[in-house]
């Protein structure tokens, strides 16, 4: 059955009147400047959308209130991007992969459409603005070539006209889009940082579920191997194409939000490490970042630990094809390394990363991804390896 195939009784694709109309009120607020009993009113509703019965109007609210939760500990990261959101589309569908094509593809039509309205109301930003929405079409193009099957692309496979016609598709896109994406500051360039790293974490979620299947694949199953391969470079690609969206961000601009996000920060990231985990193998380097923050202190599992890298199991091949598919993949991700290190030396030279690292330094030490251990195949840790993450 395809995991675009709704299921019976399908939903409207419009949210139900209390949950838009708390949605379009949470998407133009500057969330930073919330008096502290409206936080608290948004988290008592979520304390009553969860004691009460299961209706979608509730599901809806628990998605909408959860970043505002006096009783639910969550990372400051995970306030801010609202990744609870895809945690749950994707825990609504079968198949990982084209899920998140869908959902990129929803995410930055949507900015697309929100840039070029904000392009149209000033003339002094025509240029900028066509630049801006130039480069997230190209991201657009990047997924129309995205490998779903053998010898098939996104455009040719026809996941997007699918969609159209699947209502649980478009309600749960629809929900995902409504329900996350909130701006801290006042400003519109926060609208593309934030959706900047949401693209980018369902990019390290994607590189992570191919990663795991490719190296299921060494020495078994060559296709499938080659298809997980294309799919991880695919992806890791994508990584770059967003960034280069991203950098029409000034440093200014970018400095014009960012007090306003606080103390969150990519640092936290899980789906971020578990990439590298998956990709590359424990990194010891990090092992003080992964005690600083609790909800990172699962990767310090001796079985992660001790996890075979896709590196290691490909470099131990005796099949010259599958090491080239693998250097072919770690190509973009060093790339984007490099880029996210020179993301940090752009917009903060002289300022501490706001996850308490030393900002570019800190990106600077991990560019380099030669000598990382990995043991035995390994099974699951209680799913960790296996779902979105988030927290």
Known sequence: MSPFRALAPAPSRELPAACAELAAWLHATPLAELPDDEILGLS????????????????ILRLLTRPFSRRLDIPEYYRYTGLHVAGWYFARREDAYEAGLMLLHALMTDLIALEEREAGLHETTVEEGAERVRRLKAVLDHLDRSPVGPDRTMASAGLV????????????????????????????????FMRAVQ?????????RWTARRATEAVGRDRDEYVLRMGQLTWAAELLNVVFHALRTLTPELFMGFRDATGSASAVQSLNYHLMELVVYGYDERKIDTYRRFEHLAPINDLLLRAFTSLRDAAGGSQDPDVREAFAASET??????????????????????????EGAGYLKRFVGKSGLPSGDLVDDVEQLLTRFAFC
């Open 199 to 207: 693209a980018c974490e369902i990019g390290f979620f994607l590189i």
């Open 44 to 59: 008592e509703r979520y304390d009553e959308a969860v004691a009460g019965p299961d209706t979608d109007e509730n599901e």
């Open 161 to 192: 006209r699918l969609a159209g016609d699947d209502d649980a598709l478009v309600h749960d896109l629809t929900v995902v889009n409504r329900c996350s994406g909130f701006r801290r500051s006042d400003k519109h360039d926060e609208h593309i």
């Open 332 to 357: 973009p991700l060093h790339v984007w390394r490099g880029r996210h290190y020179g993301f940090g030396r752009r917009y903060l030279p002289d300022t501490p990363g706001s996850g308490g690292t």
